[in-house]
């Protein structure tokens, strides 16, 4: 049996095996580099995007764009996702990890594919955007180095089930999991499918790249893509979510207002959440009508609700836990009163409000079959997922490291000045970059050519001068973002070269098991309508508000654009 030892950290009280914590690191370490990677590139997409600049020639923009979004929706997130996989499971079940040697494994599968996949696109003849739909061919390693990232992941994700099997085995906790646990099993699994679905399609891919394969369906392959291209932002989802409820019980002590109601809701991630993968699919011909109603409204407002619901109970926890505290006083003191200054739970309430609010609004408008018609090929739907994977997830995993740095890295923060206002700076950013990018996009402008202009040709269209503006917007919205990103890679990197080192804790061969906790349930009542959280019901019934005006506009706009005679 392997022998390990468990370190308590005298900061926050986690128990840290040692195999679990280097992995961590590793994972941690590398997502980050590759966030910097993508950033750095995001910097030419933003300028050539900003029609009075538009820096980069073609052929290059579509290199560098190719790059970018691969290093950010897949091998940056992805990479980070591991490392929270690990946390849940080892740290906060405080048990050994299942078989060190084959994360280690897993992670080096990941590193390598992640690098091939940069080097085939850097190469030239690989400028095959994320999607990289068929006929259009990548070199061959560039296929090969996303099926090896994709199974070093799923060995990763068997690690961790494989961890969850330990401490069921060895006893370290009574009863359900944690509830963070419980999300994290939901992003492994939701991961497992999303995976398996690339591999199937991507493996034949790369047959066609080397000739071994004559063709592939495209329809087939978009289908089939879909399903691990947006899936991949499903992960993102249950990962996020566990760390908003992880965060508020880090910076509060919140209690979840119903562990049951919430673990009902990640259930129901598993077993609708994927299927919003078909509002890509839309205006595909090899679907039938039926199947695309089916799967992006009724079966996709179960996924939906789990949404709403855990936007309303992780603000209503932190409510509840504030008014515990004597924050009483009219509907929103213990709003006023959170700690503003706190970086981790500043930069999750940004998340949470922008995830909420312009991601999934807009996602549902897009989810709808008539609507999504409206702005499918328009630069409407990278404002969307900007909106999704960088205000929720990325601005998510960047609070979560100001609270790892020191208990997991064991650092003291550099600048903790910065990192109070980097939050504020990267996420409000982002908050207008969306804004204006779907405002471009609902006017129209193209998502998938360089020049929204089409500036030379002989069918040069020009467009209002709203639209000309709000592209440039979009551009100085980015290069704000890329700063506030910037500073994030400045304080982590920073911290783990230069930051004071801090007393690792007190070390152990064993494990201290989790004292048993039944499952909360809130039952105190505040103010005369006896809402356990009344500032939090207002807030949801704004949310509401917001989604029934934003959705009549769009119906109305498709009016305007399809009228009947």
């Not at 091939?116 to 955007?129: C, D, E, H, K, P």
């Amino acid at each position: 049996m392997t022998t390990t030892t468990y370190r308590t950290c005298p900061r926050s009280g986690l128990q840290f095996e040692a195999n679990a914590e280097k992995l961590m690191i590793a994972n941690a370490f590398i997502a980050v580099v590759f966030l910097l990677i993508g950033g750095v590139l995001a910097i030419g997409v933003a300028l050539t995007r900003w029609p009075a600049v538009h820096w980069l020639p073609a052929d290059t923009f579509y290199q560098v764009l190719t790059a970018h979004g691969i290093d950010m929706l897949i091998f940056w997130i992805i990479f980070f996702e591991i490392a929270v996989l690990y946390f849940a499971s080892s740290t906060l079940l405080r048990c050994r990890l299942a078989t060190p040697k084959i994360a280690w494994l897993a992670f080096w599968l990941m590193l390598v594919g992640a690098v091939t996949n940069n080097i085939a696109v850097l190469q030239g003849g690989s400028s095959v955007m994320m999607t990289s739909y068929v006929p259009m061919m990548a070199a061959p390693h560039f296929y090969l180095g996303l099926i090896l990232f994709a199974v070093g992941a799923l060995i990763a994700c068997f690690v961790f089930f494989g961890t969850l099997v330990v401490a069921k085995r060895d006893k370290t906790y009574q009863g359900s999991v944690p509830l963070v646990t419980f999300g994290a099993i939901t992003a492994a699994i939701i991961a497992v499918f999303t995976i398996a679905s690339g591999a199937i399609i991507l493996i034949p891919t790369f047959l066609m790249s080397v000739g071994i394969v004559k063709e592939v369906d495209a329809l087939v392959y978009r289908t089939i893509w879909w399903a691990f291209g947006h899936s991949s932002q499903q992960i993102n989802v249950a990962a996020h979510i566990s760390i908003w409820y992880a965060a508020a019980a880090i910076a509060f002590g919140a209690k979840p207002m119903s562990e049951r109601v919430s673990r009902t809701a990640f259930l129901l991630y598993i077993l609708f959440l994927q299927l919003a993968s078909a509002h890509h699919l839309l205006a595909d011909p090899g679907l039938s009508t039926s199947w695309k109603i089916v799967n992006t409204s009724y079966f996709m407002y179960f996924a939906v609700l789990a949404s709403m619901i855990h936007g309303l109970t992780i603000p209503g926890a932190i409510e509840v836990a504030q008014r515990q505290k004597g924050y009483n006083k009219g509907l929103f003191e213990w709003l006023r009163k959170a700690p503003w200054g706190n970086p981790t739970f500043s930069g999750v309430f940004i998340a949470i409000i922008g995830f909420g609010f312009l991601g999934g609004i807009s996602g549902v408008m897009m989810g709808t079959e008539q609507l999504n018609m409206i702005i499918h090929n328009t630069i409407y739907v990278p404002g969307h997922f900007h909106a999704t994977v960088v205000v929720g997830t990325t601005l998510t995993f960047m609070a979560l490291t100001y609270f790892l740095l020191p208990v997991l890295f064991k650092r003291e923060m550099i600048n903790p000045g910065m990192a109070k206002v980097q939050p504020y700076f990267f996420g409000l950013s982002m908050y207008f970059f969306c804004l204006v990018m779907m405002g471009a996009g609902t006017l129209g402008v193209s998502r998938r050519h360089w020049d929204m202009a089409f500036n030379g040709h002989a069918l040069a269209y020009e467009w209002p001068g709203a639209a000309y503006l709000m592209m440039g917007l979009v551009g100085i919205a980015g290069l704000a973002a890329i700063a506030g990103g910037a500073m994030y890679v400045y304080i982590t990197v920073g911290t783990l070269l230069w930051g004071k080192k801090l007393d690792n804790g007190a070390t152990s061969a064993k494990f201290t098991p989790i004292p048993p906790t039944a499952p909360t349930i809130v039952a105190q009542s505040y103010g005369s309508a006896g809402f356990a959280a009344p500032g939090t019901f207002v807030l949801a019934l704004v949310f509401l508000t917001a989604f029934v005006l934003y959705y009549f506009i769009n119906w109305k706009y498709l009016s305007n654009l399809w009228g009947l005679s």
